[in-house]
């Protein structure tokens, strides 16, 4: 079992910084992948960044390239997702997810999720 709790979100405006955390419990953090999505109203959930088991391998959605950066620290049984230049397009609730898979960019891939943290950029 693994349990995920985001922290970080907030209000922020366009241009501005934001970098959301989720702690892990569970001893095998190390080994899963994990994903930040994002569901904003009306819309489907997305995943937003990926990264694997060991940190070597990362993913993005086109949409945040060059402006998000997914990280991790497997002695902290942390995931990080460092946000610039947001916009208000970012606007969303955010979720931290963990596969067992070791690399997964399905979020039906992903088995534990956390309670998502709430991400608002004003113009």
């Known amino acids: 079992q693994v349990q995920l709790v985001e922290s970080g979100g907030g209000l922020v405006q366009a241009g501005g910084s934001l970098r959301l955390s989720c702690a892990a419990s569970g001893r095998t953090f190390s080994s899963y992948a994990m994903g930040w999505f994002r569901q904003a109203p009306g819309n489907d959930r997305e995943l937003v960044a990926a990264i694997s088991w060991s940190g070597g391998r990362t993913y993005y959605a086109y949409s945040v390239k060059r402006r998000f950066t997914i990280s991790r620290d497997n002695a902290k049984n942390t995931v990080y997702l460092q946000m610039n230049s947001l916009k208000p397009e970012d606007t969303a609730v955010y979720y931290c997810?963990?596969?067992?898979?070791?690399?997964?960019?399905?979020?039906?891939?992903?088995?534990?999720w956390g309670q998502g943290t709430q991400v608002t950029v004003s113009s």
């Open positions: 997810a963990a596969s067992a898979t070791g690399w997964a960019t399905g979020g039906e891939e992903y088995d534990y």
